[in-house]
């Protein structure tokens, strides 16, 4: 049975400031968790109620009434985990990079790094104002792919300022991908906020403002999703680098 302390300290988890300050961070689900424990992150706790019979000394066996009250999900999956926080390694601006500028929705940076991990995108920049990839929806919505991509959250402004590769941004008024002259394999491709758009301070440091054509009849769609938008983006930067 699970003590009220540790039900408190768990729940605390949910909000980003309790994370940074403890340094960890909650996984839920089976598929999830045994991701993340074939991963280098290391596990703090494993809370199940059913064994993984994998002999790990920090599993604790709980019953579902208990789950519930450290899940953070409706509906329960069996087992919650807590890991340590990883230390974020340096970026390697020599193959393609992708960053956001203050994407909010976790769904949407949760199906991003998963869509870095499927095209081999090792670097995810996040400006700060970007939702913490901590989050339990963000982290439930990657799938595991938070252990194969590395995120840095910083100052995107000044971090775009000092790269010497191009800087793609995506917008509407942009070149056609499809068209477009030349999409080099190292460069950081920039994705705005959902509402927004990319920030003026940040359009400035654009050098290759590039678009997603709309071939619909009546061209009334407003926009593209930002999660869908990369998903496309990164498919013909991709298509690009096989065909060269």
């Known amino acids: 049975m699970l003590s009220k302390n540790q039900i408190k300290l768990i729940n605390k988890l949910k909000l980003k400031k309790h994370r ?25 706790h494993l809370y199940t109620t059913e064994s993984f019979n994998l002999n790990l000394p920090l599993e604790t066996l709980i019953s579902e009434t208990d789950l519930k009250r450290i899940s953070f999900l409706t509906t329960p999956n069996q087992a919650l985990a807590v890991f340590e926080i ?14 956001l500028d203050d994407v909010r929705d976790p769904g949407n940076l949760g199906t991003i ?24 929806k963000v982290v439930q919505a990657t799938m595991g792919s938070i252990t194969r991509v590395n995120i840095s959250y ?52 654009i ?11 009546l061209k009334a769609t407003e926009s593209l999703n930002v999660a869908t938008a990369t998903s496309i983006l990164l498919s013909e930067f991709k298509r690009r680098t096989i065909e060269k």
Request: aromatic share 8%; proline share 3%; net charge negative.
């Open 20 to 44: 940074l300050e403890s340094n960890v961070f909650v996984a839920e689900g089976i598929k999830t968790i045994k991701e993340l424990l074939q991963s280098d992150l290391k596990l703090q």
């Open 113 to 136: 790094i998963r869509l870095c991990d499927w095209f081999g995108i090792k670097d995810l920049i996040c400006n700060i104002g970007t939702v913490d990839c901590y989050n339990p």
């Open 154 to 205: 910083l100052d995107l402004d000044r971090f775009l300022k000092d790269t010497k590769v191009p800087v793609y941004g995506a917008f509407m008024e942009g070149e056609n991908v499809y068209t477009h002259r030349e999409l080099l394999d190292a460069g950081i491709l920039v994705m705005g906020n959902e509402a927004n758009g990319v920030s003026k301070n940040i359009e400035a440091l």
């Open 86 to 99: 990883p230390e974020t390694k340096q970026i390697d601006v020599s193959q393609l990079c992708v960053a």
């Open 207 to 217: 050098t290759e403002k590039i678009a997603i054509p709309r071939f619909g009849e």
